[in-house]
C-alpha cells in the first residue's frame, strides 16, 4: 500500500512549524504521510482513524502526535456528525530536521531527538499532559506567526520531552513497504470497510472493489499491510465495539451483532485474541 506523500509546510510563512484549523461536515482524508510531524487534537467528531498498522476509534477530546513518514487517515461520513453537523480539528506541523537544525545552535537536542524517535510508532496523549497541550495548541492556532507563536511552540515542545502520559499506538516492529501505485486502491479499499463493516463483507465484492481476483487481492492486500484482509476487518470492528462498550448504553450480546459479528462466541473469540482480554472483562475495567 502506498499512502500519499504529501507536503505540508510547502509554501507556508516559514519552513520549520505550521498550524492548520478543519471546520467541515466530516473527516475524509486519503490514507497518505508526511515528513512533518503532526499532532492533532479532535475539537468535536468521532469515527475511524488508522495510525501505521493501528486502527481504533477516534472521538471528541482525542489527542495525537504522529513521527514523520508515519501513514493516517482519519475517516468518518455523515452517519458520524453530531448535532451541530460539523467535525472539527487542530493541528500543529513540525519538521523534524529543520527543528533540529534550528534548536541545535542553542542548546542540546538529545531529548528532542528521542521524542520523535519515539513518535514514529504514533502516540496517544492522556490526562493532564493532553489538557496542557490542547490548551497551547489552541492558543498557537489562532495566532499569526511572530515571536509568541514561536514561544508556545517551545512550550509545547517541553511538554512532550517531559511527560510520560501517552500510549504508543503502532506496534514496535511496524515498517511500510508501498509501491507507487497503491494509494487510490488502498484508500478505496480502507474507506469502503469503515463505511460497511457493521454487516457481512464478501471477499469478492472487495477484490471487485481493487479489480483483482479474491487470491490476488488477499496476497496483495497482506503483502502492502502486514494483515490479512479478515483481520483488518476484525480490528475495525473490535474498534468499534470498545466504543460502544465504553458508552455502557448496550449489552455485549448487541454490541456484537452492531459490530458485524455474526455470534457471541465468534466476537469473544475475536475480541479476546486482539485485545487480550474478553469484552466482559474490558468493561469491568473502564467502569473501576
Not at 512549524?17 to 471546520?23: D, I, N, Q, S, Y
Not at 479474491?214 to 492486500?221: I, L, T
Not at 470498545?242 to 448487541?254: A, D, G, M, S, V
Not at 457471541?264 to 485474541?273: A, D, G, T, V, Y
Request: with cysteine; glycine share 4%; hydrophobic share 35%.
Amino acid at each position: 500500500m502506498k499512502p500519499i506523500f504529501t507536503k505540508i509546510l510547502e509554501g507556508s510563512e516559514i519552513a520549520t512549524f505550521a498550524t492548520k484549523e478543519v471546520c467541515q461536515p466530516f473527516f475524509s482524508t486519503e490514507f497518505h504521510f508526511h515528513s512533518a510531524c503532526q499532532m492533532t487534537y479532535i475539537v468535536q467528531s468521532d469515527g475511524k482513524r488508522i495510525i501505521g498498522d493501528s486502527i481504533d476509534s477516534f472521538s471528541t477530546d482525542e489527542l495525537t502526535f504522529v513521527g514523520p513518514d508515519l501513514p493516517h487517515v482519519w475517516h468518518n461520513d455523515s452517519s458520524n456528525q453530531d448535532s451541530t453537523g460539523l467535525s472539527r480539528s487542530m493541528a500543529l506541523y513540525v519538521e523534524p530536521k529543520l527543528l533540529l537544525a534550528v534548536l541545535g545552535q542553542l542548546f542540546k537536542t538529545h531529548k528532542i531527538e528521542a521524542f520523535l524517535t519515539a513518535s514514529k510508532r504514533g502516540l496517544l496523549f492522556r490526562g493532564e499532559t493532553k489538557q496542557r497541550l490542547k490548551h497551547k495548541l489552541e492558543q498557537i492556532v489562532h495566532l499569526d506567526y511572530g515571536f509568541k507563536k514561536t514561544i508556545l511552540l517551545l512550550e509545547i515542545l517541553e511538554l512532550l520531552i517531559t511527560t510520560d502520559e501517552y500510549e504508543y499506538l503502532s506496534s514496535p516492529g511496524y515498517t511500510h513497504n508501498y509501491s507507487s501505485t497503491d494509494n487510490e486502491k488502498i484508500d478505496r479499499i480502507f474507506k469502503f470497510v469503515f463505511n460497511n463493516f457493521t454487516k457481512e463483507i464478501p471477499l469478492d465484492q472487495v477484490a471487485t472493489l481493487a479489480n483483482m481476483s479474491k487470491h490476488s487481492f488477499c496476497r496483495y492486500f497482506k503483502s502492502r499491510t502486514q494483515k490479512t484482509f479478515v483481520q483488518f476487518v476484525n480490528e475495525v470492528r473490535v474498534s468499534e465495539s470498545c466504543r460502544l462498550i465504553t458508552e455502557n448504553k448496550l449489552q455485549i450480546t448487541n454490541i456484537a451483532f452492531a459490530c458485524g459479528f455474526n455470534s457471541l462466541s465468534n466476537f469473544n473469540k475475536i475480541f479476546k485474541s486482539i485485545k487480550g482480554i474478553t469484552p466482559s472483562r474490558y468493561r469491568s475495567h473502564i467502569q473501576r
